[in-house]
């Protein structure tokens, strides 16, 4: 499968004012409310008429985008929603999907974080997420025609590297962009649409800890050991987690290669079975031999150091703190949303009182860096302990029996044609992905 690289503006996260109190943003004190947004099926006939009330826009949007490709127009269709930009090489049916699961992706990420179904996520880039989804024979020249209506986002220089890039990779994604944007060229749309939400909310979420700041000389920190963010594997965790919550798959990739074999898959290209992994992990069935890193190496790892397993690891770690701790979930992105740093924020969410206590003197006074590093690392490795006993208790059950789950998807996902070489067949029908029963299987223990 063609690996999609994914490029995260992190010059704009360093020059993004951070956000500013929101107290009211964040009203729950505990676990008390679900994780399911209220209303479904009324947000969902909104977002339907929010597409017919902009059905003139999307056509104007759609003519230019065929007048300039020289496509035919009937493979084509586009939806427009509130948070939701959307034209792609389907049918309009599956065009209104696609925008009803990236508008589920964000309500669902709102409600569990925010206690709320709106939020203002980018607004500060006009409020919308855009996806441009075509066929590998138009992308180059979807490419050409961003640049043209976007110069600020997709520079000369950009495009250019795109476009050296373009057999390579399956597409892109600019998550603080202006606007925040995903091309692509490839089959897996649904879960582009997904997870490509997923990420692009985190980033905006959290784009003030992404400068990670030396706390003693106030700036952000360099390359190597002490790199800039430590938000790769989050940003990817919580896309994963968007796209198996609404979908119940994860077919997208965004790294340039993987480190670990991953055994889970049934063939190559196919999905992880991240909850095999995860438990393995988490009851040492898999261990430093396989490549698998620790929490606190795993914050510390950059895109493409992050392996199959590792990805695992990211998306559990999200469930866990979705599922399990939502209290200090949502503490902990009010931090990331206010303070420099990640390593502060998490201190601040997972710490104890002793810890941030020190913590509050380190800031204030002795501006110590490898004593804050030293304290963020005991919290990891905490953290870590209480995720692995969480991951044995809840995923055993489906472990040993994969048909075994309490997890529902709202949607189905939509898959193109295609040919021998992976990519989509000219004019190949999406076409809804019949899901079948699935078998009893128990798992052998790895040794």
């Known amino acids: 499968m063609t690996r999609t ?30 994780l399911t947004p209220p209303d479904e099926e009324a947000s969902r006939k909104e977002v339907l008429d929010q597409i017919e009330e902009n059905k003139e826009e999307a056509a104007k949007l759609k003519a230019e985008f065929v007048d300039q490709l020289g496509v035919d127009e009937s493979e084509y269709s586009c939806c427009i929603s509130d948070h939701v930009v959307l034209l792609a090489k389907v049918e309009e049916e599956q065009a209104v999907q696609l925008t009803q699961i990236a508008e589920y992706v964000y309500r669902r990420l709102n409600w569990i974080t925010f206690g709320k179904t709106e939020a203002d996520t980018f607004k500060p880039a006009g409020g919308k997420h855009h996806y441009y989804m075509v066929d590998k024979d138009s992308y180059e020249d979807l490419l050409v025609w961003l640049s043209e209506k976007f110069p600020r986002t997709l520079t000369k220089q950009l495009v250019r590297y795109y476009l050296k890039i373009a057999d390579k990779v399956g597409g892109a994604s600019l998550a603080l962009a202006h606007p925040p944007m995903h091309f692509n060229k490839g089959r897996n749309r649904s879960s582009a649409a997904a997870n490509g939400m997923g990420h692009h909310w985190l980033a905006w979420n959290t784009r003030s800890a992404l400068r990670e700041i030396n706390i003693r000389t106030g700036k952000p920190m360099g390359r190597g050991r ?14 994963i987690w968007a796209s198996l919550d609404a979908i119940g798959l994860n077919n997208y990739f965004r790294i340039t290669q993987t480190r670990y074999s991953n055994v889970g ?8 079975d991240y909850v095999a992994l995860a438990y393995e992990l988490a009851t040492g069935q898999i261990g430093r031999k396989d490549g698998a890193k620790n929490f606190y190496q795993l914050t510390r790892a950059d895109l493409n150091q992050l392996s199959d397993l590792d990805l695992a690891m990211s998306w559990s ?7 399990s701790r939502t209290k200090e979930w949502r503490d902990l992105i009010k931090r990331c949303n206010r303070v420099p740093s990640f390593r502060i924020a998490m201190v601040g969410a997972f710490g104890t009182k002793q810890e941030k206590d020190e913590l509050k003197v380190l800031l204030k006074k002795t501006k110590n860096q490898n004593r804050l590093d030293e304290l963020y690392r005991m919290v990891c490795e905490r953290f870590e302990k209480g995720w692995k006993a969480w991951v044995a208790e809840h995923y055993r059950g489906q472990y040993e029996d994969p048909t075994k789950t309490d997890r529902e998807p709202p949607f189905t996902p939509i898959e193109t044609a295609v040919s021998e070489d992976g990519n ?19 798992r052998r223990r790895r040794r």
Do not use: M, N, T
């Open 424 to 442: 989509d067949e000219g004019g190949g029908e999406e076409k809804p992905k019949k899901k079948k029963k699935k078998k009893k299987k128990r």
């Open 5 to 34: 690289i994914r490029i995260l503006f992190l010059a704009a996260a360093l020059i993004l004012p951070a956000p500013g109190a929101h107290s009211a943003l964040f009203p729950f004190q505990g676990d008390e409310v679900g």
């Open 317 to 323: 770690i999200v469930d866990y703190l979705l599922r």
């Open 226 to 239: 002490d790199r800039q963010d430590l938000l790769s594997w989050l940003h990817e965790g919580v896309g």
């Open 265 to 272: 898959r049934a063939k190559k290209g196919g999905d992880s």
